[in-house]
């Protein structure tokens, strides 16, 4: 199947209330593979801030997964139909997320790092991680591996291709970023032939900002059925939507909100509004992926592992005066109150 016409995907859109929501990881777990796994999967807390992300007015979230989980798909799909049942109860319709290339490089099941202090996620896995995409470019992927990729993307999709508790999925999130490179294309281009061999009936989408590479972000351009962009600088958020809106389709910024930025909800809200923008801040509840300390926080991260620098089970976050991301603490209360209370009145 072919992506859809503009007509189809502007329908679809026109079928939505405006969708504002974030992105999602439960406060408990370090990185995808964390929240999914048997040791650690914590409906409880994952059923608590999905609930508190739908009192704060959000709609949908944004929820990566990890195709290392796919190894046990009855599992993992036990799981994930937990966490839809969870959104569903909340009126939330989620984006999933298959593959992504930020981040630490060789992900691996079972037990995932402590979280170093104060770095920002310092835990969090690409997926399927620098030496698979590579392997895969340069033709030296194992058949197995390849076979791999390829069950899970059509064994995800196939599971849930009619299921309505999905929004849409994102196949592959910035693809190229930290030192992964152009050899993303390859995988890239075959998820999406692999995703159309399926067809399911939700749209599909890879972002064009926040991809790396001019031939990286026309393969999404010319692929995505719905357009989805990143951007945290505060001087190019009207300037990126007014390019994207030449494309006559349905925008999504599926990444935004860094308050030293200046992409605060106040700033970012009310554009996004006027233009009838989807769109998803990183994080709700500041935890174990610290993603409420800075980027530049991840130039830390070699010294302080070497000094043991970890946070211990049971022992608090820590937090910086100013926050990055994130909008709760694990307590439920806010880092500012003032700006949920814009957060509800916008979405109200």
């Known amino acids: 199947m072919s992506k859809w016409t503009k007509e189809k995907a502007n ?39 999905i609930s508190l992300a739908s009192d704060t007015g959000f709609n949908s979230l944004r929820i990566y997964l990890h195709d290392l989980l796919w190894a046990n798909k009855k599992s993992f799909t036990a799981k994930l139909d937990l966490v839809l049942d969870a959104c569903s109860e909340e009126n939330i ?14 992900p691996k099941l079972g037990t ?32 197995k591996e390849s076979s791999n990729l390829s069950a899970y993307v059509k064994g995800v999709l196939d599971s849930y291709a009619d299921d309505e508790r999905i929004l849409m999925w994102d196949l592959y999130n910035e693809p190229g970023q930290f030192g992964v490179g152009e050899k993303s294309i390859k995988l890239l281009d075959l998820t999406w032939k692999w995703a159309r061999e399926i067809n399911p009936t939700q749209p599909l989408t890879s972002c ?76 709700l509840v500041a935890g174990k992926s610290q993603t ?25 976050i820590p937090e910086p005066e100013i926050w990055f991301h994130d909008i709760y603490r694990q307590n439920g209360s806010a880092f500012d109150e003032k700006e949920v209370s814009f957060i509800k009145k916008i979405l109200s």
């Open 11 to 49: 329908s679809w859109y026109e079928n939505h209330k405006w969708l504002v929501g974030c992105n999602f990881l439960p406060s408990t777990a370090i990185n995808q593979l964390e929240m999914f796994q048997d040791d650690t999967f914590d409906l409880d807390t994952i059923k608590k801030e």
């Open 93 to 106: 319709k989620p984006i999933l997320v298959l593959f992504d290339d930020c981040h630490r490089a060789y």
């Open 112 to 143: 995932q790092p402590k979280p170093v202090r104060g770095v920002h996620n310092s835990g969090w896995k690409q997926s399927p991680g620098m030496k698979i995409v590579h392997d895969l470019f340069d033709g030296s992927l194992s058949e």
């Open 208 to 283: 064009l900002d926040g991809s790396v590479g001019d031939d990286i972000i026309k393969l999404n351009l010319d692929n995505s059925d719905v357009i989805t962009f990143h951007t945290y600088e505060k001087d190019k958020l009207e300037p990126t939507i007014k390019r994207l809106k030449e494309t006559q389709r349905p925008l999504i910024c599926t990444e935004y909100m860094a308050r030293q930025f200046g992409t605060s909800f106040q700033f970012s809200l009310p554009i996004f509004k006027k233009n009838n923008v989807g769109c998803y801040n990183w994080g």
């Open 292 to 316: 409420h300390f800075g980027w530049e926080t991840i130039m830390n991260l070699h010294d302080l592992k070497q000094k043991g620098e970890f946070i211990e089970d049971g022992e608090d």
